[in-house]
């Protein structure tokens, strides 16, 4: 069984930064796609990035030049860097892993339990 455990939300005002952090239980991380969903009030979830076993990346059209997904494969570990965040960005997190075709499609094998990110003055 695989665990997700996000890290890293909070308050942030516009124009700020933030970095999540999701940490993988299990051996197999290193070899399974990851990405990163979030959903706000209202508004059906969205993937805002995704990273291969590779490192080949993908980005919403939203956040491209402000957030940087990486993977830190000897941590298990998958992070979101999160630059010149606006209120839009508001919603909660969530870290995904799966097979790319699922994690691109909206349907990861596994989900953590999201983390809240508000961007407000």
């Known amino acids: 069984q695989v665990h997700l455990v996000e890290s890293g939300g909070g308050l942030v005002q516009p124009g700020g930064s933030l970095r999540l952090s999701c940490a993988a239980s299990g051996s197999i991380f290193s070899i399974y796609p990851m990405g990163w969903y979030r959903q706000a009030p209202g508004k059906p979830r969205e993937l805002v990035a995704g990273i291969s076993s590779g490192r080949i990346t993908r980005y919403a059209d939203s956040v491209k030049g402000r957030f940087t997904i990486s993977r830190e494969n000897a941590k298990n570990t998958v992070y979101l860097q999160m630059n010149s965040l606006k209120p839009e960005d508001t919603a909660v997190y969530y870290c995904?892993?799966?097979?790319?075709?699922?994690?691109?499609?909206?349907?990861?094998?596994?989900w953590g339990q999201g983390t809240q990110v508000t961007v407000s003055s």
């Open positions: 995904t892993m799966g097979e790319w075709i699922k994690i691109v499609t909206g349907t990861p094998n596994y």
